[in-house]
Nanobody, 124 residues
Framework: QMQLVESGGGLVQAGGSLRLSCLAS????????MGWFRQAPGKERDFVAA????????SYADSVKGRFTISRDNAKNTVSLQMNVLKPEDTAVYYC?????????????????WGQGTQVTVSS
């Protein structure tokens, strides 16, 4: 089992920034590709960003390219999502997830472990 705990969500005005963090425990963190997904009310959980096990390869949804940056620190068992130039349409619950694939994986079904999520609200 791997436990994932997200933090850093909150309320921010459009154009602002937030940094989400996810702390992993219970498994060898460096063996897993990591990803961030988000789910807005009434919508499916969508891919946002992913990073491979070593942090050398990343992938982003088109909607966040150039604004969001995913990174990881294997020494601290953390993965982060820096979100800049936030828009109201970024409002959602953001989930951290881990996949046994070396990554970066964009498919939700490839992820084995999920956090509880953190709310991000962007006001206009």
């Amino acid at each position: 089992q791997m436990q994932l705990v997200e933090s850093g969500g909150g309320l921010v005005q459009a154009g602002g920034s937030l940094r989400l963090s996810c702390l992993a425990s219970g498994r060898t963190f460096r063996s897993y590709g990591m990803g961030w997904f988000r789910q807005a009310p009434g919508k499916e959980r969508d891919f946002v960003a992913a990073i491979n096990w070593s942090g050398t390869s990343t992938s982003y949804a088109d909607s966040v390219k150039g604004r969001f940056t995913i990174s990881r620190d294997n020494a601290k068992n953390t993965v982060s999502l820096q979100m800049n130039v936030l828009k109201p349409e970024d409002t959602a619950v953001y989930y951290c997830a881990a996949t046994p694939r070396s990554g970066p994986s964009t498919g939700r079904s490839s992820y084995q472990y999920w956090g509880q999520g953190t709310q991000v609200t962007v006001s206009s």
